[in-house]
């Protein structure tokens, strides 16, 4: 998908702990001779310790929760209705009435991007889950079978990884629109198929990561221990080895929110999205483009929310990456 | 690189290609309704005229049967024909290919001349202000979706400034220079746009490769050399670096695939992706799915493409 | 007296850390003559590695620096040079061979091209020269079919056979000094033996000096002069090797020399093998005084308060310490 970020892939050294990482021939020869100070630190101190250093994520999640409050307790103080129509106040620039300005059918903008994003925001997150449910299922299963399942798996990750997701995902919605709409509502029908078919191209860095994990961690020795001590295969995973799957995981779904929020935005704003006459981000840019030389206050304003909330997770996620998985098993 | 690799990687084409056209037909099976069912719901048409059509199109025959008559169809070109243009699906689209292509190739160029000295440079100073600066705008680059960099670049450079044409046009009326000139100045914004958006991740790609590569013995190794530290980065670190890089790319094919089909949309850029969008609004399923198609093999191209370049600078693979 | 080629004087190498300054080199004196074998012995993380790195300016900067010394090659001193002049001293005065012959070798480049890219640098040589001094060079180190064999990657060589190529790009313009960095470490017990033999061949053909680095007290007494001990960042003690070996005055140094193991002691007298309790201080704001004192037997309360100093107590024969 257009906008969706790289950085599941292997982005990035993490800013903080790199300067012991330039240190590779020092480290080797006084590594230890440096006190363990951080011991005494549980897991998620440390983690937290770290991803306070990454100035830009901390930066960011204030950015994010402003946003989110703003998504979701706006609409209660700013009650201007979404589609409002006054002609007399079309494609007005910003003013107290309409701090955003209005829209070509005088509807305010800011009540229109406060409701676009909590959709935006929702299909993120469903479709944030709906990949990483999947992703860890499948890269559960192939990290336990190991054989032929496990290469017949992976091999299907290759092959979804190889998928035009763009190209299919607007296949996907040309065909089954209408079937779903009947089922679900115009609304309801979109979200699901949006969030199904989004998440559903996007599980295979998940099932990587956790297979990759599985495998690191199968051969070690506290699950030995567990398994010799007679714990079942079940037990294994879910007591031993998802927990420690778990950071790259947190980073890996952060990244997908941001991806699945573009995602849906692209959908929209090339028409194939959410019915016309509900305001998603997308929506409002595809509408505000055709009058960017009279208003442009409108597309920006759509167009900063999407670039403001895309980049701040980014780089919570970078933050994440930092705290969470200083090892970047990929 | 041996011979035997690259037959070996050609074969593993062919279950890929297969693989995606089976995933592509349990899509078209799956999706409600087949082009006879308005013919049936149609009172004027008898139900035994109708029936005898599907017989003769095959459409009661097990799905197998029918995904390999589709399959042997897609691979001879017979892509079916567009209602919307009036014209044979392959030769719509052998029409509109070149120029997807051409955008795609020159935002690629355009990416790869950015991204590889400002990732080697940050790689090699991580943690220096340049570094930090390169880093913070890559994150930007790839944060901010290609339709609304697209919008920003129409507006500054359209609205504003009223340098660039902001529709791109294939029927320029001009001859010789004038005419190389007006279509490069339409393709400026559409490239920048692809360009930008795939170099701000590969500044990253390479970024964090050479870091790694930085560090390693051999690199130590040919500075004990004393030949120079601008030969070190070059000769043992920018070319090993590639090496993962090239994959990485590849990788991202798929995306850069989608973001052309916004930009396309946007510039309306008469390629593929705008074909795409067209065809879909206009309810042309021929069109759309081969359109899907093409670029599933493009993007199966590109990871042979880049499978190939990863062996050719990384002999140990070659001897796997 | 023979000419000295390498004199460090005071050097000290430290690291910037998120934790705070590691002094992983502090204070160290060394000394080598044209054509002898010195050996650096100390445990891991003692500094020798980063000493001998120093010495070619192979210390990543940031975030090591050097905060004090002087390392004098044939009376210049190298740590203010520009890069360009140093690197006239590097592979054609001082080479070195690293621990790892595995990843010591990039990947992508033939082993011929890469012995190759040191000839022509320092040579004037072209290509085609140069690939033929390399295949030379490793007819010299005793690899098998040169000619064929410098189309080869190194992928294509075992760990023995990696090292004398390292041996042999290390050669190959004939530098006065080789610095060893823990050359067999990483090695099977029987290819150490023959590379320690190559480099005591080559030493014989060529004249060169040898800073051996090691933690193996067995390799020093086989093949070195002198002997320098280091411990935590510092030498502790200097001396001959013969004197070493029949009198060490260091307690650290004894320590070390008891932890060889020996057959013929084991099995006649029951011993039991030696080890010297507790681990390296830390190199962080390390305390004031003798940096042996928490693990040292003799250890008095004059060894916390200050840093014992270098005294003479033969010729040659240098200690670190109050006993």
């Given at each position: 998908m257009p906008g969706s970020t790289p950085a599941s892939l292997s982005a990035d050294a993490p800013t903080s702990v790199g300067a012991p990482l330039v240190a590779a021939p020092a480290a080797g020869a006084a590594a230890p001779a440096v006190p363990r100070k951080r011991q005494r630190f549980s897991?998620?101190?440390?983690?937290?310790?770290?991803?306070?250093?990454?100035?830009?994520?901390?930066?960011?999640?204030?950015?994010?929760?402003?946003?989110?409050?703003?998504?979701?307790?706006?609409?209660?103080?700013?009650?201007?209705?979404?589609?409002?129509?006054?002609?007399?106040?079309?494609?007005?620039?910003?003013?107290?009435?309409?701090?955003?300005?209005?829209?070509?059918?005088?509807?305010?903008?800011?009540?229109?991007?406060?409701?676009?994003?909590?959709i935006s925001l929702a299909v993120g997150l469903a479709a944030m889950f709906v990949a990483?449910?999947?992703?860890?299922?499948?890269?559960?299963?192939?990290?336990?079978?190991?054989?032929?399942?496990?290469?017949?798996?992976?091999?299907?990750?290759?092959?979804?990884?190889?998928?035009?997701?763009?190209?299919?995902?607007?296949?996907?919605?040309?065909?089954?629109?209408?079937?779903?709409?009947?089922?679900?509502?115009?609304?309801?029908?979109?979200?699901?198929?949006?969030?199904?078919?989004?998440?559903?191209?996007?599980?295979?860095?998940?099932?990587?990561?956790?297979?990759?994990?599985?495998?690191?961690?199968?051969?070690?020795?506290?699950?030995?221990?567990?398994?010799?001590?007679?714990?079942?295969?079940?037990?294994?995973v879910v007591q031993h080895i998802l927990p420690n799957a778990l950071g790259p995981v947190i980073v890996a779904a952060t990244i997908d929110v941001a991806a699945a929020i573009i995602a849906e935005s692209t959908l929209s704003f090339l028409g194939l999205g959410f019915p016309p006459d509900i305001p998603t981000w997308g929506r409002l840019l595809a509408d505000a483009k055709d009058y960017l030389d009279i208003a442009p206050h409108w597309a920006l304003a759509s167009g900063v929310a999407i670039f403001l909330t895309v980049l701040s997770i980014n780089f919570i996620g970078d933050g994440l990456r930092d705290a969470l998985d200083p090892r970047r098993v990929i | 690189m041996s011979r035997q690799y690259l037959i070996r990687r050609l074969l593993l084409v062919i279950p890929a290609m297969l693989g995606i056209s089976v995933l592509l037909y349990t899509v078209l099976a799956l999706a409600p309704g087949d082009p006879f069912s308005e013919l049936?719901?149609?009172?004027?048409?008898?139900?035994?005229?109708?029936?005898?059509?599907?017989?003769?199109?095959?459409?009661?025959?097990?799905?197998?049967?029918?995904?390999?008559?589709?399959?042997?169809?897609?691979?001879?070109?017979?892509?079916?024909?567009?209602?919307?243009?009036?014209?044979?699906?392959?030769?719509?689209?052998?029409?509109?290919?070149?120029?997807?292509?051409?955008?795609?190739?020159?935002?690629?160029?355009l990416a790869i001349l950015v991204a590889l000295p400002v990732g080697v440079l940050a790689g090699t100073r991580p943690y220096s202000i340049f570094d930090q600066i390169a880093n913070t705008l890559a994150f930007v680059g790839f944060s901010l979706p290609t339709f609304f960099t697209g919008l920003l670049l129409i507006l500054v450079f359209s609205i504003q400034l009223d340098w660039l044409p902001f529709v791109y046009r294939a029927d320029i009326d001009a001859t010789g220079w004038r005419f190389y000139w007006e279509h490069i100045k339409q393709s400026i914004m559409p490239v920048m746009v692809l360009g930008l958006f795939q170099g701000a991740s590969l500044v990253r790609y390479v970024r964090s490769s050479v870091l790694d590569v930085v560090r390693l013995d051999y690199v130590t190794t040919a500075r004990a050399k004393g030949i120079g530290e601008r030969k070190v980065i070059s000769r043992h670190v920018v070319r090993n670096a590639l090496i993962p890089v090239v994959t990485l790319v590849a990788l991202q094919m798929p995306i850069v695939f989608g973001g052309a089909i916004v930009?396309?949309?946007?510039?309306?850029?008469?390629?593929?992706?705008?074909?795409?969008?067209?065809?879909?609004?206009?309810?042309?399923?021929?069109?759309?799915?081969?359109?899907?198609?093409?670029?599933?093999?493009?993007?199966v191209l590109c990871n042979l493409i880049a499978d190939v370049l990863y062996a050719w600078l990384d002999p140990r693979i070659a001897f796997r | 007296m023979a000419e000295t080629l390498l004199d460090i004087r005071g050097l000290k190498t430290w690291f910037k850390t998120d934790d705070g300054m590691v002094r992983a080199v502090d204070g160290v004196d060394?000394?080598?003559?044209?054509?002898?074998?010195?050996?650096?012995?100390?445990?891991?993380?003692?500094?020798?590695?980063?000493?001998?790195?120093?010495?070619?300016?192979?210390?990543?900067?940031?975030?090591?620096?050097?905060?004090?010394?002087?390392?004098?090659?044939?009376?210049?001193?190298?740590?203010?040079?520009?890069?360009?002049?140093?690197?006239?001293?590097?592979?054609?005065?001082?080479?070195?061979?690293?621990?790892?012959?595995?990843?010591?070798?990039?990947?992508?480049?033939?082993?011929?091209?890469?012995?190759?890219?040191?000839?022509?640098?320092?040579?004037?040589?072209?290509?085609?020269?140069?690939?033929?001094?390399?295949?030379?060079?490793?007819?010299?180190?005793?690899?098998?079919?040169?000619?064929?064999?410098?189309?080869?990657?190194?992928?294509?060589?075992?760990?023995?056979?990696?090292?004398?190529?390292?041996?042999?790009?290390?050669?190959?313009?004939?530098?006065?000094?080789?610095?060893?960095?823990?050359?067999?470490?990483?090695?099977?017990?029987?290819?150490q033996a023959q590379i320690l033999e190559l480099m005591q061949e080559m030493k014989e053909r060529f004249g060169m000096a040898i800073m051996?680095?090691?933690?193996?007290?067995?390799?020093?007494?086989?093949?070195?002069?002198?002997?320098?001990?280091?411990?935590?960042?510092?030498?502790?003690?200097?001396?001959?090797?013969?004197?070493?070996?029949?009198?060490?005055?260091?307690?650290?140094?004894?320590?070390?020399?008891?932890?060889?193991?020996?057959v013929d002691r084991a099995a006649t007298h029951k011993e039991r093998l030696e080890a010297i309790p507790g681990t390296v201080p830390s190199l962080l704001e390390p305390p004031p005084g003798c940096r042996f004192a928490a693990r040292c037997r003799f250890v008095t309360e004059v060894c916390t308060r200050a840093m014992p100093t270098m005294k003479e107590v033969s010729p040659g024969h240098f200690v670190r310490c109050v006993l």
């Open positions: 897991p998620w101190q440390e983690a937290w310790r770290r991803f306070r250093r990454h100035r830009l994520a901390v930066a960011s999640a204030v950015v994010l929760l402003l946003m989110v409050a703003a998504i979701a307790i706006g609409p209660l103080l700013w009650t201007v209705p979404i589609n409002e129509i006054d002609f007399a106040s079309k494609l007005e620039g910003p003013s107290w009435a309409h701090p955003l300005g209005t829209d070509d059918l005088g509807q305010d903008v800011l009540a229109r991007v406060l409701y676009g994003g909590r990483i449910f999947v992703g860890v299922l499948v890269g559960a299963v192939a990290g336990m079978s190991s054989g032929r399942l496990d290469a017949l798996l992976m091999w299907l990750a290759d092959l979804f990884l190889s998928l035009p997701q763009l190209p299919l995902l607007l296949l996907v919605i040309y065909l089954f629109r209408d079937s779903l709409k009947a089922v679900f509502g115009p609304e309801g029908g979109i979200f699901v198929m949006i969030v199904i078919v989004i998440g559903g191209l996007r599980w295979m860095p998940s099932a990587r990561l956790v297979r990759a994990q599985f495998l690191s961690i199968r051969e070690k020795e506290f699950v030995e221990a567990a398994r010799a001590l007679g714990a079942s295969k079940v037990r294994q | 049936a719901a149609n009172p004027a048409v008898p139900p035994e005229v109708a029936q005898a059509l599907r017989t003769k199109f095959g459409l009661d025959d097990p799905v197998w049967i029918r995904y390999w008559r589709w399959l042997i169809a897609m691979l001879h070109g017979e892509w079916g024909f567009s209602f919307q243009s009036r014209m044979d699906v392959d030769r719509l689209i052998m029409q509109r290919l070149p120029t997807t292509l051409i955008v795609i190739g020159a935002a690629q160029l930009t396309e949309q946007i510039f309306r850029v008469p390629g593929i992706g705008s074909l795409l969008i067209s065809a879909m609004l206009a309810n042309d399923t021929p069109v759309i799915m081969a359109v899907t198609f093409v670029f599933s093999c493009l993007v | 060394l000394r080598i003559e044209r054509g002898e074998t010195v050996g650096v012995v100390g445990e891991s993380g003692c500094g020798k590695t980063v000493t001998a790195r120093s010495v070619l300016k192979l210390i990543d900067m940031p975030p090591g620096r050097f905060e004090d010394g002087q390392i004098l090659w044939q009376g210049r001193d190298l740590i203010p040079l520009p890069q360009d002049e140093m690197n006239k001293v590097r592979a054609r005065e001082i080479a070195i061979v690293f621990q790892e012959p595995m990843t010591s070798l990039n990947p992508v480049y033939t082993v011929g091209d890469q012995i190759a890219e040191v000839i022509a640098q320092h040579q004037k040589l072209n290509k085609k020269q140069a690939l033929e001094g390399a295949a030379e060079m490793l007819r010299l180190v005793n690899i098998p079919n040169p000619q064929r064999r410098i189309h080869d990657y190194p992928h294509q060589f075992s760990g023995g056979m990696r090292q004398r190529v390292m041996i042999a790009m290390a050669l190959s313009c004939r530098p006065k000094l080789l610095i060893a960095d823990e050359p067999t470490t990483a090695l099977d017990v029987t290819i051996l680095i090691t933690h193996a007290m067995g390799v020093v007494a086989e093949t070195c002069q002198r002997v320098t001990v280091m411990y935590a960042g510092k030498v502790v003690e200097e001396a001959p090797v013969r004197e070493l070996f029949g009198s060490p005055r260091h307690p650290y140094t004894q320590g070390l020399i008891r932890s060889i193991p020996r």
